[in-house]
């Protein structure tokens, strides 16, 4: 028998906690003891099957969780809860499967950008950003040094991870905007604003001029300009959105993170940073 519940509303890059109810043929009783084996997960998100297993949360803390796995406890006798970290926006819809009395849950997750409301405005507007799985294992040195990083590459952080001085150009740091039909739409006034999380832990810090206009590439689809680490240094950064859809709309606020990294770290032996930290950073 399916049981369905609702879709919830949450934050991509949040920690996020629920419950499997599992019963017994008879429909009431609650198994004891199942662990991660004893049940099955079909995790799609969009549409699209994401192999992520389910492995014990027990004794994993709960900043421990991480995207790539769904951690499964027996928090009470026959009572099982489940954390995940969605690292993307989107539908997220959590299959489970008890075979011992044919059960199927479905957990459904409304995954919002962190900054956005969650939905669309009164006249349908809806922001969006596509996810970038960057491939930064191509790049190449002007001198042969060895990468030492397994599978040629630094991590790839999501949504995407630029080397200081490269040139921000269409699809690096992007926001795309539909009504509520699914079409291409322009609001009435877009503007962005980068930020770098510093390391002081002091937050966040302003970099460069706020309410920059962006290139806007096609209808409905807006890009950031400028260069990695320009006016900064190496790190975490994000790119805060700001879009009106008419003039009397107030303005609505998105955020798309993105990473960067010094050369000097991509291959150390030989290449030298072309970017250094400004003075007075």
């Known amino acids: 028998m399916p049981y369905y519940l609702s879709a919830r509303s949450v934050m991509a890059g949040a920690l996020v906690k629920d419950q499997v109810d599992l019963f017994l043929p008879d429909g009431f009783s609650r198994p004891l003891g199942i662990g991660p084996a004893g049940v099955a997960l079909s995790l799609y998100v969009n549409n699209t099957l994401v192999p992520w297993p389910v492995i014990s949360g027990s004794g994993v803390t709960d900043p421990l969780v991480s995207a790539g796995s769904v951690y499964w406890q027996e928090l009470d006798p026959g ?56 491939d930064i294992g191509a790049m190449s040195c002007s001198c042969s040094c060895s990468n030492p990083y397994p599978g040629g590459h630094p991590p790839v952080y999501s949504p995407g ?13 992007p926001i795309y905007f539909k009504d ?61 959105w700001s879009y009106q859809e008419t003039a ?21 032996a030989c ?11």
């Open 248 to 268: 009397d709309s107030p303005p609505s606020k998105v955020i798309f993170p993105f990473k960067t990294f010094n050369a000097a770290a991509y291959c150390p």
């Open 79 to 134: 009572f099982y809860g489940v954390r995940f970290f969605p690292n993307l926006p989107g539908a997220w819809r959590l299959i489970w499967t008890y075979a011992t009395s044919g059960q199927t849950t479905i957990l459904a997750y409304d995954v919002v950008a962190q900054g956005a409301s969650g939905g669309a405005s009164a006249l349908g507007l809806k922001a969006s950003f596509t996810p970038l799985a960057v």
């Open 271 to 281: 290449c030298g940073s072309p970017c250094g930290c400004p003075k007075g950073w």
């Open 161 to 173: 991870v630029f080397v200081c001085c490269h040139t921000f150009s269409r699809g690096d740091l």
């Open 180 to 240: 509520g039909q699914g079409n291409p739409t322009s609001p009435f006034k877009v503007t962005y604003t980068l930020y770098q999380n510093t390391a002081s832990g002091c937050g966040p810090t302003m970099v460069g001029c706020p309410g920059r206009v962006p290139v806007n590439a096609a209808p409905g689809e807006y890009y950031a300009t400028g260069s990695a680490c320009q006016g900064g240094c190496p790190g975490d950064w994000f790119v805060e």
